[in-house]
């Protein structure tokens, strides 16, 4: 059974948040957005919840962490192909996000780039070829 995946960012920005996700090909479900939080849709089972802090406060009793200063978690996500990662980057760097604030990475049977949101959290986008990676790992010895 399929899960679904929920992800909560807190953003200083509501409309300008949206916006970016959108640009970067989220698309916003109406049925469970408000003033206060927009349900993005990034796949069939993975949805980002951007969520103004004073909502996303009432979820914690700790603080929000400032992602433009700390790292308070990577977020990984499949894209289909090479040209896709590069795609996706391009579409964040345009709708004003940074691009590659960390390496590229690039292992032939693997590619991955990533980009920071508006906030600061960090989005990777990674392609592999899972045959080739599959065929690339030693048998393991049965004991």
């Given amino acids: 059974m399929s ?11 509501l409309t300008r948040a949206t916006a970016f ?16 939080a927009s349900c993005m849709v990034l796949s069939e089972t993975i949805y980002v919840m951007l969520l103004t802090h004073e909502k996303f406060s009432q979820f914690t009793p700790k603080a929000i962490a400032d992602a433009k200063a700390t790292s ?8 289909d192909s090479r040209a896709d ?3 996706t980057l391009d579409k964040a760097g345009s709708a004003g996000g ?10 032939g049977f693997m590619y991955g780039r990533s980009f920071e949101d508006l906030d600061g959290h960090i989005w990777e986008v990674m392609w592999m070829d899972v045959a080739a990676a ?9 004991a």
């Fill in 3 to 13: 899960k679904l995946v929920f992800i909560n960012l807190p953003v200083a920005d």
């Fill in 134 to 142: 599959t065929a690339s790992q030693p048998e393991k010895a049965e």
């Fill in 98 to 107: 940074r691009a590659d604030p960390g390496p590229k990475q690039d292992f």
């Fill in 21 to 36: 996700y959108e640009a970067v090909g989220a698309q916003k479900n109406p049925q469970f957005s408000d003033a206060t």
């Fill in 72 to 79: 308070e978690v990577l977020i990984c996500i499949s894209a």
């Fill in 85 to 87: 990662v590069d795609l």
